[in-house]
């Protein structure tokens, strides 16, 4: 079906940066949009940022001006550039995907997650 493959992630001091990827790849016929979510104990699964098909982002109140989401070069990979990083963005982050395939119709299909922890 599809998969998606997670890269970046890790250890950085707060104010710092990082930066994430993820690439779908399968057999599909379109993306209909993908993101980036993020998981805490405390808080559960939240979406973090998202990129629709033709380009529209949403931002979580809390990353608003500090993360920018956004296609890379490669086709369907998208980036999260992290920037100004709080302790409170510890988690670990997943990539999602809304797919549509022929034979499942639009469906959503996550990555196994990268732990992002911020910290001095």
């Known amino acids: 079906q599809v998969q998606l493959e997670e890269s970046g992630g890790g250890l950085v001091q707060p104010g710092g940066s990082l930066r994430l990827s993820c690439a779908a790849s399968?057999?599909?016929?379109?993306?209909?949009?993908m993101g980036w979510y993020r998981q805490t104990p405390e808080m559960g699964r939240e979406l973090v940022a998202r990129i629709l098909r033709e380009g529209r982002t949403s931002y979580a109140d809390s990353v608003k001006g500090r993360f920018t989401i956004s296609r890379a070069d490669v086709q369907n990979t998208v980036i999260l550039q992290m920037n100004d990083l709080l302790p409170e963005d510890t988690a670990v982050y997943y990539c999602g995907a809304n797919v549509y395939g022929w034979s499942w119709g639009s469906k959503d299909f996550w990555g196994q997650g990268t732990q992002v922890t911020v910290a001095s």
């Open positions: 399968g057999n599909f016929v379109t993306i209909n949009y």
